[in-house]
């Protein structure tokens, strides 16, 4: 019997309320509220079950508290943008509500994503007895759940690889399949990884290598890349005796043409440009042209497979371990409207907030997922859609 609040109505959001209306026996009652209502109520109709919706400006912390304070939610799932986090931590520890994410803090000025101007808020949730769960996407979030299980499976863990493969087609030129500014910005920064106890830092995109998908993927070119999970897990692994950790994406040869030229003609750049007396920001007007996310779920076909490569020992022996989901573009389109990169997040957002729920995860505090059991959220992940599976080298 539990409240959810969940802000944002765009791709995760829509596949997170699917989830949290399928788990009657956990959330009772759900609302829905972003800035543009007519999303939220769009997405209400699509729903099997009646929820609530409002507007909210979710950088504007009075409104939320307001909305938090007529809603009563047990927690607040924010599926907005990552420029929100800290907005909306503020309003959670304001009313003392349990607060779940899915992307980490980002100001809307630099292209610089770190947690901690949300780990900041620790002593905070601690004192007002409330839990923040960082990151309940699947990287971070899965990715960071099957590191905390596969450790059982390690004495020694010499290296982890999170390897991110979107083998969907959505037959566009060029089209991201999650809010196009966060995207481009994450594709466009600088890389980095870890290596014997510090971050390198290489140019954007600077390493490739070919990696050999399973469930029929096959061999695809991965791309290193930044990405907020390697900062909390690599020193989580240390006891492990971690030497490396980093995280890879797979893109196609004609997304890299693309983004190049744009980064060429500065259409990425995320500082004001005087255009005609008004100030434009390149990477903004950009996002209004390409196609929305939300419009690719009918026409993105093929799978995604996200999952961890883990090589150290055990008693000794060498061990290899890969662990992941495969997820299908169409059959997430058919349940939730939304295509498997919306999926694959929205589900474990979901399973976040029921963890905190039902008290399975409990706080206080502000927490990365590896911090808690990974058992019951595998378990979920089974239950609710996005199964995983084991390959043993
Ligand atoms: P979308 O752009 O599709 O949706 C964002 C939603 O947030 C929109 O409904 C938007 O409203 C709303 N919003 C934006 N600003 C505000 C505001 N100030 N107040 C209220 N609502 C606001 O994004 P996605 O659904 O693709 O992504 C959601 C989150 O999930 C992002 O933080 C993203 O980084 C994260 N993510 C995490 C992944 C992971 O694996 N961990 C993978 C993919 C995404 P409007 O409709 O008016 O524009």
């Known amino acids: 019997m539990s409240r959810v609040l969940i802000i944002g109505a765009g791709g995760v959001a829509t596949v997170a309320a699917h989830k949290c209306v399928q788990a009657s026996d956990v959330f009772t009652d759900i609302m829905i509220a972003s800035r543009t209502e007519s999303r939220c109520k769009k997405l209400a109709a699509a729903l099997k079950r009646p929820v609530q919706t409002a507007q909210v400006d979710a950088d504007n912390v009075p409104q939320l508290v307001e909305l938090i304070k007529s809603f009563r939610p047990d927690v607040v799932l924010n599926l907005a943008l990552p420029y929100q986090d800290l907005h909306i931590m503020d309003a959670c520890l304001e009313t003392g509500v349990d607060y779940v994410d ?59 690889d999170i390897i991110d493969c979107n083998a969907g087609d959505n037959g566009q030129a060029f089209a991201t399949n999650f809010n196009p500014e966060i995207n481009i910005r994450e594709v466009t920064a600088k890389g980095k990884y870890y290596k014997d106890g510090k971050f390198i830092e290489t140019e954007p995109l600077e390493f490739s290598k070919m990696f050999d998908f399973p469930a029929g993927i096959g061999p695809k070119k991965i791309y290193l890349l930044w990405h907020e999970e390697l900062e909390s897990l690599a020193p989580y692994l240390k006891p492990y005796g971690l030497k490396e950790a980093r995280f890879w994406m797979t893109f196609s040869d004609n997304y890299i043409k693309h983004l190049e030229v744009l980064q060429d003609v500065g259409m990425t750049r995320i500082d004001p440009v005087m255009y005609e007396g008004h100030e434009i920001i390149p990477l903004q007007f950009l996002k209004a042209l390409l196609p929305d996310p939300a419009s690719l779920g009918p026409l993105t076909k093929g799978k995604t497979c996200i999952g961890c490569l883990l090589q150290g020992s055990k008693d000794g022996k060498p061990v290899k371990r890969f662990v992941y989901n495969v997820c299908d573009h169409e059959e997430s389109f058919r349940e939730t409207g939304a295509q498997a990169v919306s999926y694959t997040t929205g589900v474990p957002a979901m399973i976040g907030a029921m963890m905190l729920a039902t008290g399975t995860w409990k706080g206080p505090g502000v927490f990365n997922m590896e911090e808690f059991d990974p058992a019951p959220f595998m378990q979920k992940l089974n239950e609710y859609g996005l199964p995983w599976e084991e390959i043993v080298y």
């Open 102 to 160: 899915a992307a980490n803090y980002e100001p809307p000025d630099v292209a610089h994503f770190e947690y901690s101007w949300q780990w900041a808020y620790r002593d905070r949730f601690r004192e007002k007895g409330i839990t923040a769960l960082l990151g309940s996407g699947f990287d971070p979030g899965v990715s960071n759940v099957y590191t905390a299980w596969e450790k059982q499976y390690f004495d020694v863990i010499d290296t982890l």
